[in-house]
């Protein structure tokens, strides 16, 4: 095995790289699209925007991978941001610089790799878009230049990101390695350590500005009997999913969490009560048409519940974050308790929305 060796401007490279606060921050829907084309487009078992940090290459959007990160020294693309154009491996077991990484004779069993540098606005190559298999194959030039005009979406979306103010201040107090424990590894959202920072905070923020805070609450229908018939990692695809599924359906301003298990959570401010049906019907819309894991038996659909509520906090001094979580959760069990797969509202007056459901 070669490692990549370290680029010359590596000290500007990391520290343009660590100002656009990409490391160790959740997963965003427009990368997660732009992954899916890609896998759809190559027909590859695993595409990664990887972001090379110093020591350990780090994915800001995977499909197919599990693993959130890989030490930087063992990396594919520690090669690839070495030049321009799009670095190819057609068969890693043939090349002197792979042949006996652990990438290759371990899992993910890396066969064929094309990888094409990211360049953020600094002129700074901060990572890849690749595309990865487990067989070996060609990759033409057409293939390439297809790669090469995905990757710069990429470096499109990278530069107009637009998340929260909460969120955006959140990240920007914390380095890397404090934000990677705010994130939970099997989904890429934010964990419940994370989300009760950013809960506090954009409660703070909410009684400053006189603006609301809705809160949805939503689990996974029958989901012991997802891990009873067909395994632990299909309930944990099945959670990964989920994640993806709610970052699509919230704006990039919202915060989505997993709260714990098969639990997650949603904060959306800015919103008033008559949304808060299409809120919920978006959600369950995007569920019923793709909520689907992949097993021995087939694709397999499921379900979630989702309880709503919102609040203007500077309108109530009594109300209190256990509280906002608490109506939501009331709502959720009712949810539940209504048939499933189907949301319900608590703790706000049916005519601020029933407008909504007629």
């Known amino acids: 095995m070669i490692p990549a060796p370290t680029p010359d401007n590596e000290a500007e490279r990391l520290y343009s790289l660590e100002k656009m606060r990409l490391l160790s921050t959740p997963r965003e829907a427009d990368l997660d699209r732009l992954t899916r084309t890609a896998q759809a487009v190559f027909d590859t078992e695993v595409v990664l925007v990887s972001l090379v940090d110093k020591d350990r290459q780090w994915f800001k ?4 991978l599990e693993v959130a990160e890989t030490p930087r020294d063992i ?12 670095f190819v491996v057609n068969d890693a077991t043939l090349d002197e610089r792979f042949h006996d990484n652990p990438l290759v004779t371990g899992p993910p069993n890396i066969r064929f790799y094309a990888g094409h540098p990211l360049t953020n606005g600094e002129g700074h190559k901060i990572g890849t878009l690749c595309v990865i298999s487990k067989t070996a194959r060609s990759f033409d030039d057409k293939k390439q230049r297809t790669l090469s005009d995905l990757a710069r979406m990429v470096e499109i979306i990278l530069d107009n990101r637009k998340l929260g103010e909460t969120q955006y201040a959140l990240i920007e107090s914390l380095v890397a390695a404090q934000r990677d424990k705010l994130i939970d590894q099997l989904t890429g959202v934010w964990n419940r350590r994370g989300f009760d ?7 703070s923020r909410a009684t400053r500005t006189k603006s609301t805070i809705a809160v949805a609450m939503a689990d996974v229908d ?10 632990h990692s299909v309930g944990d695809e099945a959670i990964r999913l989920t994640a993806s599924l709610l970052v699509e359906s919230c704006r990039a301003t919202d915060v989505v969490a997993r709260f714990g298990g098969e639990e997650f959570v949603i904060l959306a401010s800015g919103i008033v009560p008559v949304m808060l049906p299409t809120l919920g019907d978006k959600i369950l819309r995007k569920f019923r048409n793709n909520a689907k894991v992949a097993t021995e038996k087939g694709l397999y659909p499921f379900t979630i519940s989702i309880g709503l509520t919102i609040a203007t906090p500077h309108e109530s001094k009594n109300l209190t974050q256990a509280a906002l979580l608490e109506m939501a959760d009331k709502a959720l069990y009712a949810a539940k308790n209504g048939g499933r797969n189907r949301f319900e509202i608590s703790g706000v007056p049916e005519e601020m929305y029933s407008i909504a459901l007629a």
């Open 61 to 64: 959007s995977r499909q197919g």
């Open 75 to 86: 990396s594919f693309c520690g090669h690839a941001i070495l030049g321009d154009g799009t």
């Open 197 to 203: 920072e950013l809960f506090g905070r954009e409660f």
């Open 222 to 231: 029958h989901f012991k009997k997802i891990n009873d018939s067909f395994g």
